[in-house]
Nanobody, 122 residues
Framework: VQLVESGGGLMQAGGSLRLSCAAS????????MGWFRQAPGKEREFVAA????????YYADSVKGRFTISRDNAKNTVYLQMSNLKPDDTALYYC????????????????WGQGTQVTVSS
């Protein structure tokens, strides 16, 4: 499975961005797709996940109500719509997959993209 993230950039606090993660190599129809982020000097942390087969979604408390994860079956792509961005959201954002059940631990996912940078200025 190959994952390619896009959509990152520089945004002022309160703004919005939509990240995309395009997958190739196999269908994601039975996998969980997760978004993680890593800020400088910090550990990689869970942001959101979607169960491809049930459409159930999961969020970190820090982004609940501001971020929305969704998927497009036809495009084999998952999105992360980020609204009301805060400077604390500044990080390198990664998508990950390869699991059949949701996990919030990065090491549980075998496939990762290269990341896309999100920078939020105050």
């Amino acid at each position: 499975v190959q994952l390619v993230e896009s959509g990152g950039g520089l945004m002022q606090a309160g703004g919005s961005l939509r990240l995309s993660c395009a997958a190739s190599g196999r269908s994601l129809s039975s996998y969980v797709m997760g978004w993680f982020r890593q800020a400088p000097g910090k550990e990689r942390e869970f942001v959101a996940a979607i169960d491809w087969s049930t459409d159930n979604t999961y969020y970190a408390d820090s982004v609940k109500g501001r971020f929305t994860i969704s998927r497009d079956n036809a495009k084999n792509t998952v999105y992360l719509q980020m609204s009301n961005l805060k400077p604390d959201d500044t990080a390198l954002y990664y998508c990950a997959t390869g699991r059949y059940y949701v996990a919030k631990i990065p090491s549980a996912y075998p496939y990762w993209g290269q990341g896309t940078q999100v920078t939020v200025s105050s």
